[in-house]
């Protein structure tokens, strides 16, 4: 099984690569952008194949390590 | 006073900590591997600054769950004291033994250069050597040290005299200008509730001696020092 986590900043916390890429793109001429967030993700191959157990692996994976939930939210897809 | 330093692969600042540490106290700290489960009998356990694992996934994340942190956790539940430099700093926010998280400088640089901090809470076993309100040279190198946190944690570190040292000009001031790397309330150095861990993103170890430029960080490990031997 394969599933795929995507991890973004909370709202409200500053992101200096975000404001970077947002100035970037307004130098290269492209108007209208607003806001711009960076993340990150993360494709995960699981030898679990029972859909309801390898959301609960991973959730507790993000917990653990693939995530700080201090500043980051996440979410899963499996794919 | 007996202190430990944990070295993870890619720590590269473990030298100059364990020299310094050496230096002030008198004794030899004991290094220890980040593989190891056990920490020795000590009465400081230190997390050096450097890149532990190449700052992969978050900086300090993957040294964080290493094995020897969970003794580290388990000595600074015990009040055991702690002090964790630069990675250090992030490696004890990412276990979760200090509040918040360090987040990318605010200019996006690798900052590294000296500046000064002042000494906001001087009744801690890391501070207890300055003045309150002294203001200190010191070392910083880093591209992720803006402190972050939830608004209420801040009002409490900040309640709780909490925040230790903070980033200011050469006269004490402390203004944008002078928040090297963009930390909420310009913050440098925090500590736990409990009082006996300590993270800060400066490098003190680094000005210990006039050979080095000065020596107003020799400082933080005269109030260890002070501290034990007390």
């Excluded at chain 2, 430099?85 to 990412?94: A, P, S, V």
């Excluded at chain 2, 230790?164 to 001031?173: L, N």
């Excluded at chain 2, 402390?174 to 790397?181: F, G, I, L």
Aim: hydrophobic content about 40%; proline content about 4%.
């Amino acid at each position: 099984m394969k599933a795929r986590v995507t991890i973004t900043l909370k709202n409200g916390v500053l992101d200096p690569q975000g404001k970077a890429i947002e100035g970037a793109l307004g130098a290269l001429g492209f108007s209208g952008v607003g806001e711009v967030r960076q993340g990150k993700i993360i494709d995960l191959e699981l030898a679990e194949s029972d859909r309801d157990a390898a959301m609960k692996t991973i959730d507790e994976m993000c917990r653990k390590l693939l995530a700080n939930t201090v500043i980051e939210n996440y979410s899963i897809d499996i794919v | 006073m007996k202190a430990a330093v944990v070295v993870f692969p890619g720590i590269n600042r473990e030298r100059d900590m364990m020299r310094a540490l050496h230096v002030v106290s008198g004794t030899a700290p004991i290094p220890v591997w980040h593989a190891d489960k056990e920490l020795p009998d000590v009465d400081l356990i230190v997390i050096p600054g450097g890149f532990s694992y190449g700052d992969y996934l978050r900086c300090g994340a993957i040294a964080a769950r290493s094995p020897i942190m969970g003794d580290v956790v388990a000595k600074a539940n015990e009040g055991r004291l702690v002090l964790g430099i630069c990675n250090g700093f992030q490696i004890l926010t990412e276990s979760g033994l200090l509040p918040g998280a360090l987040m990318r400088n605010r200019n996006l640089n690798f900052i590294c250069r000296d500046v000064h901090l002042r000494v906001e809470n001087n009744r801690t076993p890391f501070s207890s050597a300055y003045a309150k309100g002294q203001v200190i040279r010191c070392p910083v190198a880093h591209h992720d040290g803006n402190y972050f946190a939830d608004a209420e944690t801040i009002a409490r570190l900040e309640g709780e005299g909490r925040v230790v040292y903070r980033y200011c000009d050469e006269t004490g001031a402390v203004t944008e200008a002078a928040n090297v790397n963009g930390s909420i309330n310009s913050i440098a150095g925090i500590l736990n509730e409990r009082g006996n861990v300590l993270g800060m993103m400066p490098h003190p170890e680094n000005l210990i001696e006039q050979l080095q430029g000065g020596d107003d960080g020799r400082g933080v490990f005269e109030s260890l020092v002070g501290a034990l031997a007390a």
